[in-house]
C-alpha cells in the first residue's frame, strides 16, 4: 500500500501541481524534476480534461493547451514510469471522475500501481459515492485523497474519519485559482478534523506567496500550490524549468521551521 505519511515526515511539507502535457510531455517531465530537486515533497499531476469544473481560467487554460498537444491518459502514465526510473518522491494524479471510468476502474488502478502512481484526487467525486472506487484504488497500492471544503461542514469529521493518505482541506469557496484572502473557516475546519484523526493534513486552493504558505503551514501539516506554478508556465512555457526552481523552492523554504533551514 501506498504511505503518503512519509511526505510529512520531515516538518511541514510542500506539494507542487503541474498540468500535465503543458506543453508538452518532455516539458513536463522537466518541470517535475525542477520541483523535486528544488525541494517539493510531494507531486500532483492534473489529467487535462475538456471539462475541468473545479478549476479557474489558469489550469483551464494549462488543460485545453496540454489537450491541444495530444496529451492522453496513455502518455501520462508513460511520463509517470518515466519519472519513477529518476525520483521515489511521491507522485499523485489529479484528475476529474470521467476519464478513470472510461478507463475503466480496475484497469486504471492497474496502471497507477505498474507505473508507480501513489495516489489519486479526484475533486467531482462525492464522498458519498466514494466508496467503489476507493477499494479499487486500494488494491492497487493507490490512495484515494479525500477533500474536504468549508460546505463541508457537517461532513468534515465524518471524512476525516475515512480519511487515505492525507486529508487535502480546501481553503476557500469556488474554483483553483490565486487569492490574496484565505478565509476564516480553514481554522474551523482543521480543528474538525483534529478531533477525530491524526492523519496528516494539506490545505490547497488559492496559495500563492511565501507568506501565505507559512500562515497556512502553522495550522496545517503542508500546503498545496498549483494555479501560480501553471501561470509560470503560461508565462514562459518550455523555458519555465528555472523560474519553477526558484519559485518552489521559495515556497518550501517558507514552510520550514529556522532549525530546518539551518542545516
Request: overall charge negative.
Given at each position: 500500500?501506498?504511505?503518503?505519511?512519509?511526505?510529512?515526515?520531515?516538518?511541514?511539507?510542500?506539494?507542487?501541481?503541474?498540468?500535465?502535457?503543458?506543453?508538452?510531455?518532455?516539458?513536463?517531465?522537466?518541470?517535475?524534476?525542477?520541483?523535486?530537486?528544488?525541494?517539493?515533497?510531494?507531486?500532483?499531476?492534473?489529467?487535462?480534461?475538456?471539462?475541468?469544473?473545479?478549476?479557474?481560467?489558469?489550469?483551464?487554460?494549462?488543460?485545453s493547451?496540454?489537450?491541444?498537444?495530444?496529451?492522453?491518459?496513455e502518455?501520462?502514465?508513460?511520463?509517470?514510469?518515466?519519472?519513477?526510473?529518476?525520483?521515489?518522491?511521491?507522485?499523485?494524479?489529479?484528475?476529474?471522475?470521467?476519464p478513470?471510468?472510461?478507463?475503466?476502474?480496475?484497469?486504471?488502478?492497474?496502471?497507477?500501481?505498474?507505473?508507480?502512481?501513489d495516489?489519486?484526487?479526484?475533486?467531482?467525486?462525492?464522498?458519498?459515492?466514494?466508496?467503489?472506487?476507493?477499494?479499487?484504488?486500494?488494491?492497487?497500492?493507490?490512495?484515494?485523497?479525500?477533500l474536504?471544503?468549508?460546505?463541508?461542514?457537517?461532513?468534515?469529521?465524518?471524512?476525516?474519519?475515512?480519511?487515505?493518505?492525507?486529508?487535502?482541506?480546501?481553503s476557500?469557496?469556488?474554483?483553483?485559482?490565486?487569492?490574496?484572502?484565505?478565509?476564516?473557516?480553514?481554522?474551523?475546519?482543521?480543528?474538525?478534523?483534529?478531533?477525530?484523526?491524526?492523519?496528516?493534513?494539506?490545505?490547497?486552493?488559492?496559495?500563492?506567496?511565501p507568506?501565505?504558505?507559512?500562515?497556512?503551514?502553522?495550522v496545517?501539516?503542508?500546503?498545496?500550490?498549483?494555479?501560480?506554478i501553471m501561470?509560470?508556465?503560461?508565462?514562459?512555457?518550455e523555458?519555465?524549468?528555472?523560474?519553477?526552481?526558484?519559485?518552489?523552492?521559495?515556497?518550501?523554504?517558507?514552510?520550514?521551521?529556522?532549525?530546518?533551514l539551518?542545516?
Open positions: 500500500m501506498s504511505d503518503l505519511r512519509r511526505v510529512f515526515d520531515h516538518g511541514k511539507a510542500f506539494i507542487a501541481f503541474v498540468t500535465g502535457g503543458d506543453p508538452s510531455i518532455e516539458s513536463t517531465e522537466e518541470f517535475v524534476m525542477e520541483m523535486v530537486r528544488a525541494g517539493a515533497d510531494m507531486i500532483e499531476i492534473g489529467i487535462p480534461f475538456s471539462d475541468p469544473v473545479a478549476e479557474g481560467p489558469v489550469i483551464q487554460e494549462a488543460s493547451r496540454a489537450l491541444s498537444a495530444g496529451t492522453n491518459v502518455l501520462l502514465f508513460e511520463l509517470v514510469t518515466s519519472l519513477r526510473q529518476r525520483t521515489d518522491v511521491p507522485l499523485a494524479f489529479m484528475t476529474y471522475l470521467n478513470v471510468f472510461h478507463y475503466g476502474y480496475d484497469r486504471f488502478f492497474h496502471r497507477c500501481q505498474l507505473s508507480g502512481v495516489a489519486i484526487i479526484i475533486p467531482d467525486l462525492p464522498f458519498e459515492e466514494s466508496a467503489e472506487v476507493s477499494t479499487i484504488a486500494q488494491g492497487h497500492g493507490v490512495d484515494l485523497i479525500s474536504v471544503a468549508p460546505t463541508s461542514k457537517e461532513r468534515i469529521e465524518m471524512i476525516a474519519k475515512q480519511a487515505k493518505g492525507f486529508l487535502y482541506i480546501v476557500s469557496m469556488g474554483v483553483t485559482g490565486i487569492r490574496e484572502d484565505m478565509g476564516t473557516d480553514i481554522f474551523q475546519m482543521v480543528e474538525a478534523a483534529r478531533s477525530v484523526t491524526d492523519i496528516p493534513l494539506a490545505i490547497g486552493f488559492g496559495i500563492n506567496s507568506a501565505q504558505a507559512k500562515e497556512m503551514s502553522e496545517a501539516d503542508g500546503v498545496i500550490v498549483g494555479s501560480a501561470r509560470i508556465i503560461a508565462e514562459h512555457g523555458g519555465a524549468g528555472p523560474h519553477i526552481h526558484d519559485y518552489v523552492r521559495s515556497m518550501k523554504d517558507s514552510v520550514r521551521t529556522r532549525e530546518e539551518a542545516k
